[in-house]
């Protein structure tokens, strides 16, 4: 099955720097690869989706770029703010509708 | 908010006893999904389905059963729960086109002693 590899497992960042999570996946038939947020004690929730027909989304202060060819995806956060501190998960999926997920970054904004 | 509702919240039990988590939506999507979240493993598919009656096995399925009788209901059981089953659950649903963005639901903490 899909394997999807996520680094770093914790980020820490300065108030408006920016923040770069990257994934790995070994399935090479993955199509669909959706980033989630997660404040703690709460829901994961879509930030931004990209499908394997796009090399880049971007979305205010967030983008996610795919390289197919070297199966690896990335989440980019600019001018980060504290609501910004969250553990961020990736994943991907083949058209079976099954989601492979990441262990997840947590990411912490010092003010 | 997605129209996902996850009964009960909490659950404490003890191991041996059935233990049965349910899912309702109201979005009418086609696709349901039980995850669980462990610490250093991010979300693990247990089961899901496609359809009333219609479901199949996922990544840390054994120990997990599920049913969907209506479109709106998915059941996770656990018929003899163990320790290692202390977890979070999350559910999820999808609509029916090619992998549409999943939608979860608060989540159910379950501990088991």
């Known amino acids: 099955g899909e394997n999807v590899e996520q680094h770093p497992s914790t980020l820490s960042v300065q108030e408006g720097d920016s923040a770069v999570i990257k994934c790995t996946y070994s399935?090479?038939?993955?199509?669909?690869f959706p980033w989630y947020k997660q404040e703690l004690g709460k829901r994961p929730q879509l930030i931004i989706d990209?499908?394997?027909?796009?090399g880049e989304k971007k979305d205010q202060r967030i983008a996610v770029t795919l390289n197919k060819t070297a199966k690896h995806f990335s989440l980019h956060i600019t001018e980060t703010q504290p609501e910004d501190s969250a553990v961020y998960f990736c994943?991907?999926?083949?058209?079976?509708?099954?989601?492979?997920f990441g262990a997840g970054t947590t990411v912490t904004v010092r003010a | 908010d997605a129209g996902i509702t996850q009964s009960p919240r909490h659950k404490v039990t003890e191991t041996g006893t059935p233990v049965t988590l349910r899912c309702h939506q109201t979005e009418n999507h086609r696709y349901m999904y039980w995850y669980r979240q462990d610490p250093g493993h991010g979300l693990r598919l247990i089961h899901y389905?496609?359809?009333?009656?219609?479901?199949d096995k996922g990544e840390v399925s054994d120990g997990y059963s599920v049913s969907r009788s209506k479109t709106e209901d998915f059941l996770l059981t656990l018929e003899s729960a163990t320790s290692s089953q202390t977890s979070v659950y999350f559910c999820?649903?999808?609509?029916?086109?090619?992998?549409?963005?999943?939608?979860f639901g608060d989540g159910t903490r379950l501990s088991i002693l």
């Open positions: 399935d090479s038939a993955s199509n669909y």
């Open positions: 389905s496609y359809g009333v009656k219609d479901t």
């Open positions: 994943a991907a999926s083949t058209n079976d509708y099954k989601l492979s």
């Open positions: 999820a649903i999808s609509g029916h086109r090619d992998n549409q963005p999943q939608h």
């Open positions: 990209i499908r394997s027909n796009v």
